[in-house]
Nanobody
Framework: QVTLVESGGDSVQAGGSLRLSCAASGSFGTIYNMGWYRQFPGKQRDLVASISRLGIINYADSVKGRFTISRDNAKNTVYLELNSLVPEDTAVYYC?????????????WGQGTQVTVSS
């Protein structure tokens, strides 16, 4: 009973910035890890960045120094700041969360939000 709702995807010119948001709603206990993945057409879904409830962060090498992940535990929301965007960042970005529900930890995915970067 967890829904992840994403927002912020848009079309932007190279060098621009975007801020993606993902809010979890429903009935659950604790969200342990939250993260962002992206998927290019015809390719697998790959990790962009993740953050634990305590703030431990992991970035893909391709986005280090350009993207910033953060979360607001009170709002059950994770953010991704995308800076210095390049056309190669164009993809569908998915929110992910590891959630504890009734003594069981399950993983959930958002519906995806499109980010398009033009040159």
């Amino acid at each position: 009973q967890v829904t992840l709702v994403e927002s912020g995807g848009d079309s932007v010119q190279a060098g621009g910035s975007l801020r993606l948001s993902c809010a979890a709603s429903g009935s659950f206990g604790t969200i342990y890890n939250m993260g962002w993945y992206r998927q290019f057409p015809g390719k697998q879904r790959d990790l962009v960045a993740s953050i634990s409830r305590l703030g431990i962060i992991n970035y893909a090498d391709s986005v280090k120094g350009r993207f910033t992940i953060s979360r607001d535990n009170a709002k059950n929301t994770v953010y991704l700041e995308l800076n210095s965007l390049v056309p190669e960042d164009t993809a569908v970005y998915y929110c992910h969360a590891d959630v504890n529900i009734a003594a069981r930890t399950d993983n959930y995915w958002g519906q995806g939000t499109q980010v398009t970067v033009s040159s």
